[in-house]
């Protein structure tokens, strides 16, 4: 998780990027990242074996 301050409030987030099948809705693949990761980084990790 990332933390992030400003001011004297404290920030934390994440990010969870899945990968489902449009039709029926099914989800194949879930990751989680810190919320300063870019969208396009965890991608070969979800597409792994499709």
């Known amino acids: ?3 992030n301050k400003i ?6 987030g ?12 099914l989800i194949y693949s879930v990751v989680a990242t810190a919320a300063n990761v870019h969208l396009l980084t965890p991608t070969a990790d979800l597409l792994h074996g499709y």
């Open 1 to 3: 998780m990332h933390n």
């Open 7 to 12: 001011g004297t409030q404290w920030y934390l």
């Open 14 to 25: 994440m990010k969870f990027h899945a990968v489902a099948d449009k039709d029926s809705d």
